[in-house]
């Protein structure tokens, strides 16, 4: 089982970039861990950190306003390139619950939401409305998956799709395997019959 995704309110950070791939995300020099947890302390390694292993004060995220941020408002087609599903996992590590982008590569949008993270697909001008409101300094966003629906604490509101699937899954803390043992007893049922 996962959390439940219903209503979160976080405050949001900016990377006000187009094709953030996976690689950038969770370097592939970290893949060799076998556990699920821990990846959000090397999530975006390559520009977070100097090369003596500082952390970069250039870098959006490590910018004091944004320290602490649950919500990601990116650019166009993010989480491309390889399909590693230990991007979403370095991204709901770090704290991230919700990412929000014009658009996204369709591998990381399963991804993200097979490990309860939400992903939001909003118009182009939204999401610069949104960076423009979170890149002025702490801004606070509540996203209501049943809603469907966010808004700012400054009054910009936004709707937003969901594949009803993947929003009852979601609503219900379910994966792939919960979703399945729903129909535990079917299974049992028709596993007696086919052995009997």
């Known amino acids: 089982m996962l959390q439940p995704f219903r209503l979160h309110k976080g405050k949001a950070a900016v990377m006000d970039r187009d094709n953030v791939d996976t690689d950038q995300i969770i370097p592939k020099q970290f893949l060799k861990r076998i556990e699920r947890t821990g990846y959000g302390r090397f999530a975006f390694f390559d520009w977070r950190y100097k090369a003596d292993g500082e952390p970069d004060p250039a870098f959006e995220l490590n910018q004091p306003e944004f320290s602490g941020a649950t919500v990601l408002i990116a650019g166009e087609n993010f989480g491309c ?3 590693r599903e230990h991007a979403p996992w370095a991204l709901s590590d770090y704290g ?82 919960a979703y399945t043992l729903i129909h535990e007893d079917k299974i049992q049922d028709f ?6």
């Open 81 to 83: 390139g390889s399909s």
């Open 191 to 196: 596993e007696k019959s086919a052995i009997g």
């Open 96 to 177: 991230f619950r919700v990412i929000i982008a014009p658009s996204f590569a369709d591998i990381f949008h399963q991804n993200c939401l097979k490990n309860g993270m939400l992903p939001v697909r909003l118009e182009k001008n939204r999401v610069s409305q949104l960076m423009d409101q979170a890149s002025r300094g702490k801004c606070e966003l509540t996203v209501n998956l049943a809603d469907q629906t966010i808004w700012s604490e400054n009054g910009l509101e936004a709707a937003f799709d969901m594949d009803p699937h993947w929003k009852d899954m979601l609503l219900n803390g379910r994966d792939e395997i």
